[in-house]
C-alpha cells in the first residue's frame, strides 16, 4: 500500500535551476497538499488542490507552480530556485474537499537544497 | 484565521515517565484536531483526531489527548514513555471548510534511558 509517493527524495539545485517535484497518491483522494518544512517553523502550505482541475494558493505560494495533472498526480514546480527554497517538501492527499475532520496523508518528503 | 501554537518546542523526559505535549488553539468555529508524529527523515503520520463527541481521544502508540474547549486546548499525552517516542509531534487544526490545514510549529520529544 503505497498512499503518497514523492519524486525525488533528494535534490540539490544550482541558483537559477528549475525543477519539478512529482507526487501521486493511490487512495482515491480528491484533495492534495504541498507544503514545506523549515527548522522552528513547521509546515507551511504552498499550494492545493481541492479537486482535479482545480488549484488554489496557500500560505507561502511565491516562486512555485503547480500542476493537478489528474486526480492521482499533483506536481511542484520550481521555475528558478533561490536559496530560500532550501527546505523539505512535503505532498499530501485528504479523501474530501471539504475536510471535516478527515485525516490528511503524507508522503516522506523530498529533500531540496539550492546552492 | 486559525493558529495553533504548541507550548516548548523541545520537550526531554525520561523513559517510563508521563509525556505531556501542549497544543492550544484558536478557533470561531468548533474545530476538528489532529496530532501526527514525524519520525527521523520521514513524512508526518497520524497519531490521532478529534472530530466530534467523546473528548478523550485515543490514538496510536498509547497516547491520547483531550479536547478542552473552556481552555482552547488539545494536549498530548502518554503516561509511560518508551524511547521508540523520540521524535517530532505536531498539532493540526482545520475548521471543515475550505481545504486550510493548520499545524503548529512541533515539539521535538527526546526521551532519556
Known amino acids: 500500500n503505497a498512499g503518497v509517493t514523492q519524486t525525488p527524495k533528494f535534490q540539490v539545485l544550482k541558483t537559477g535551476q528549475s525543477m519539478t517535484l512529482q507526487c501521486a497518491q493511490d487512495?482515491?483522494?480528491?484533495?492534495m497538499y504541498w507544503y514545506r518544512q523549515d527548522p522552528g517553523m513547521g509546515l507551511r502550505l504552498i499550494y492545493y488542490s481541492a479537486s482535479e482541475g482545480t488549484t488554489d494558493k496557500g500560505e507561502v505560494p511565491n516562486g512555485y507552480n503547480v500542476s493537478r495533472l489528474n486526480k492521482r498526480e499533483f506536481s511542484l514546480r520550481l521555475e528558478s530556485a533561490a536559496p530560500s527554497q532550501t527546505s523539505v517538501y512535503f505532498c499530501?492527499?485528504?479523501?474530501?474537499?471539504?475536510?471535516?475532520?478527515?485525516?490528511?496523508?503524507f508522503g516522506e518528503g523530498s529533500w531540496l537544497t539550492v546552492v | 484565521a486559525q493558529s495553533v501554537t504548541q507550548l516548548g518546542s523541545h520537550v526531554s523526559v525520561s523513559e517510563g515517565a508521563l509525556v505531556l505535549l501542549r497544543c492550544n488553539y484558536s478557533?470561531?468555529?468548533?474545530?476538528?484536531l489532529f496530532w501526527y508524529v514525524q519520525y527521523p527523515n520521514q513524512g508526518l503520520q497520524l497519531l490521532l483526531k478529534y472530530t466530534t463527541g467523546a473528548t478523550l481521544v485515543k490514538g496510536i502508540n498509547g497516547f491520547e489527548a483531550e479536547f478542552k474547549k473552556s481552555e482552547t486546548s488539545f494536549h498530548l499525552t502518554k503516561p509511560s514513555a518508551h524511547m521508540s517516542d523520540a521524535a517530532e509531534y505536531f498539532c493540526?487544526?482545520?475548521?471543515?471548510?475550505?481545504?486550510?490545514?493548520?499545524f503548529g510549529t512541533g515539539t521535538s520529544l527526546t526521551v532519556i534511558p
Open positions: 493540526a487544526v482545520s475548521e471543515g471548510t475550505g481545504n486550510q490545514f493548520y
Open positions: 478557533s470561531s468555529v468548533p474545530p476538528y
Open positions: 499530501a492527499s485528504s479523501e474530501a474537499q471539504d475536510l471535516s475532520g478527515n485525516t490528511i496523508y
Open positions: 487512495m482515491n483522494h480528491n484533495s
